[in-house]
């Protein structure tokens, strides 16, 4: 089986749709002939068509307008943000368009376009090029919020969100486009050639959506996390010493609740990990549900870490990003309490 | 040295020229004689047409007669079908302003004084090429012969709704009659359109699309983004302003009409741009068909603006006196697309007042059926009622496990 980056992995779940369904079509800002400012779309235009892989231009708005509409034509558009942070424009589009066609047309219209886009920080790319707004669409009835931590997991839910009859919001951690990044900026960069899910079959094959996996089995503490902080959160375990069981979230919602509920069931501690900003984020929807699912079982007050209440500084980037340091304090204070 | 403007600087506000109390003034409405606009090759570049854009295509003159080179080669049963279903919406309208009043319906909007613009571009289009409208285009559905009853549950949101109460009433969506979803947040239908109709160019279709857009609404960033994209990617789509004069209480120069017109925007996107008496059935129908064959031809989008006059409240919740002349509308110097179009079928011969009386007749037969039909399956607030749980459907394809907990939370 091929290794793959996470890049080489999301362009092969692009090809294979493009190859076998002809209403897969592809486009956003420089993905066509350049192949995107990430490499996603590499050759995809030259092996497919004009058509299928092409240019759009700087209309983050208009990009998934016209992919509504091409969705309710019977197309199955993939739009590409060029980074999530310049997703605001389309929020209209996305939330009171996309998200809410299925309902307010009772089902005569469908929208099932995918957005990726590249989210997170630790690339130094300060406040437009890092931010992580999972949260605004986890919030918004009828999107699905999918994030990817491995070239494996990266292929096989994008070819699912693709496929999916609803809108998917597809964010891909930069961080991880090109290696398995634990937080630890210091150290040499690891390739992905190195780690076990990046093996890849260049075939079709499909991750279905709404499903956690158990990244590391663990009995004293039940860590969540997703995209970038999986990584993180790892390496915490391993500098910590604490027996944390590590669940990769992968869609972010719907949320796997049975993967969540049956681990802190038994762990009695929950540590909740995220890049985004505090307040509102992800991680107080997971916190109040582990509280409603699994409060006699809890041993000890649910921890969230996660970036700071402030706009992504650029020169702090590492004060700002929770790495393994943090996230292993967290370990330790749960343990404590 | 400090410089100083010669004078200070003032901020501009665009006032109407009449508010109430005062003359009805439409002297800033310039109307070229009926047929004196040119007609331009369908495959006309956008600059060889610039003039159109600032002109008016006017077919009927004052007598009803059609004039000049943009008067249609029509026959007189399409004629008699328009009018049939402008008279239908006009019922329509009537009946379910009365409903609203009557306690029935929480909402409703009428379309007087705009019927030509839906009703004549309907029947200038293919049945099969699809509608992305507002709300002001009900005629659209009504010419292309969608039940009023049908109307009239989702108005009502009743058993027979086919959108299972979801929408506020006159939000429609109906695949069937390729009427597209209409949303609150104006605009949005505008740049979805052009991508409805790219996914047509994609598949090598034949299928066109249109969309409406209010005068305000063109101030919104989707009015933009629909003019790049369907002139960057040439898409088959007529993109259509009804300039009503009035968005709410605000008048058409508060979107910027005092400098140009609306018409005008398409050219600086290089899209030939034309502006039409939006009350003149044959004008419009003209020009859309016009537009219609330049997007079948592979030549890309059209910008239309229709001239036209929103000749009652915005909806029901709104009372135009507070803020425009009283008796404005009578004042339109465009006239009632209706009598318009009477008036021309006169001039053809063979029309009488009675053919028209026997079709008015027929509308208000065919309506009061229909709300009959309608209410037998519920108003709002009494008679059948749909169950609760399915509120909670159709939020995604399958519903999700929080769904499945909050409907058994909700108790329905």
């Known amino acids: 089986m091929p290794s793959m980056t996470m890049i080489q992995a999301l362009n092969s779940a692009l090809d294979n749709l493009l190859d076998r369904d002809p209403d897969v079509l592809i486009f956003g800002e420089d993905v066509g002939y350049f192949g995107g400012v990430f490499r996603v779309t590499d050759g995809l235009q030259k092996k497919y068509g004009l058509t299928r892989c092409f240019d759009g231009p700087i209309t983050e708005g208009g990009l998934v307008a016209a992919a509504v509409g091409m969705g309710a034509y019977g197309l199955r558009p993939v739009v590409e943000i060029q980074f999530a942070d310049y997703i605001y424009p389309a929020i209209d589009q996305l939330i009171s368009e996309a998200a809410r066609l299925r309902y307010r047309s009772a089902g005569q219209f469908i929208s099932p376009i995918t957005v990726r886009t590249p989210y997170g920080g630790g690339i130094f790319g300060g406040q437009t090029h890092s931010q992580s707004p999972e949260g605004l669409f986890t919030h918004v009835a009828g999107l699905t919020v999918v994030v990817p931590s491995t070239p494996y997991d990266a292929k096989g839910l994008l070819i699912a969100a693709i496929e999916d009859d609803d809108p998917v919001i597809f964010l891909e951690p930069k961080r991880l486009y090109n290696g398995p990044f634990d937080g630890r900026h210091d150290a040499p960069m690891q390739p992905w050639a190195k780690h076990p899910a990046s093996e890849t079959p260049s075939e ?41 069981e590590i669940i990769d979230l992968r869609t972010l919602w719907p949320v796997d609740i049975d993967a969540i509920t049956e681990s802190v069931a038994r762990t009695g501690r929950c540590v909740i990990v995220h890049e985004a900003t505090r307040t509102s984020g992800f991680g107080a929807e997971l916190s109040a549900l582990v509280q409603e699912h699994c409060f006699y079982h809890l041993q000890a007050p649910i921890e969230r870490v996660t970036g700071w209440d402030t706009p992504y500084p650029h020169l702090f980037e590492w004060e700002y990003f929770p790495g393994p340091d943090r996230v292993a304090a967290a370990l330790k204070r749960v343990m404590e309490g | 040295m400090k410089r100083r403007n010669s004078q200070p600087l003032a901020l501009h506000i665009p006032q109407p020229l009449g508010r109430p109390g005062d003359p009805p003034d439409f002297s800033k409405l310039v109307l070229p004689a009926p047929g004196a606009a040119r007609r331009p090759e369908t495959d006309s570049p956008a600059a060889a047409m610039r003039d159109l854009a600032f002109d008016l295509v006017r077919v009927l003159d004052d007598k009803g007669k059609a004039v000049g080179p943009w008067a249609p080669k029509i026959d007189r049963e399409l004629l008699v079908e328009g009018l049939r279903a402008m008279l239908l919406t006009r019922t329509y309208d009537n009946r379910m302003f009365a409903a609203q009043r009557q306690g029935k319906t929480s909402f409703n909007m009428k379309s007087r004084g705009e019927e030509a613009v839906a009703v004549a571009q309907a029947l200038a289009l293919h049945a099969e090429d699809m509608c992305f409208p507002t709300y002001r285009q009900q005629g659209l559905l009504l010419a292309r012969g969608c039940p009023p009853a049908r109307m009239m549950c989702q108005v009502y949101s009743n058993t027979g709704d086919p959108l299972k109460g979801r929408q506020m009433p006159v939000f429609y969506s109906d695949r069937e009659y390729g009427f597209f979803s209409i949303s609150g947040n104006v605009g949005t239908q505008f740049s979805q359109a052009v991508g409805w109709a790219m996914a047509s160019a994609y598949k090598g279709d034949d299928r066109i699309s249109a969309a409406w857009i209010g005068d305000g609404s063109t101030a919104e960033g989707d009015f933009h983004y ?46 030939p741009s034309l502006r039409v008496d939006g009350n003149d059935f044959l004008a419009v129908y003209a020009v859309t068909a016009w537009a219609a064959q330049r997007a079948r031809a592979n030549l890309g ?66 309506i009061a059926a229909a709300g009959k039909e309608a209410e037998a399956m519920g108003v709002l607030g009494s008679g059948p009622r749909l169950s609760p749980a399915s509120m909670f459907d159709d939020v995604y394809k399958d519903m999700p496990w929080h769904l499945i907990r909050q409907r058994q939370q909700a108790g329905v």
């Open chain 2, 301 to 366: 989008a059209t910008l239309i603006e229709l001239v036209t006059y929103r000749a009652e409240g915005h909806s029901t919740s709104d009372d135009p006196s507070k803020y425009r002349p009283a008796d404005e509308a009578k004042a339109w110097p465009l006239g009632d697309p209706v009598a318009r179009l009477q008036a021309h079928l006169e001039t053809l011969g063979g029309w009488s007042p009675a053919d028209y009386d026997a079709l008015e007749a027929e509308a208000l037969a065919k």
């Open chain 2, 226 to 271: 629909a003019l790049t994209l369907a002139a960057v990617y040439r898409a088959p789509v007529i993109l259509n302003v009804v300039n009503n004069q009035w968005a709410i209480s605000s008048f058409q120069g508060i979107a910027n009409s005092e400098q140009t017109t609306f018409a005008a925007r398409g050219l600086g996107y290089g899209v």
């Open chain 1, 204 to 244: 079709y094959y499909k991750i279905p959506l709404g499903k956690a996996a158990t990244v590391r089995e663990g009995r004293d503490v039940t860590v969540l996390a997703y995209g970038a902080m999986v990584h993180v959160s790892l390496a915490a375990a391993e500098q910590s010493g604490v027996d944390a």
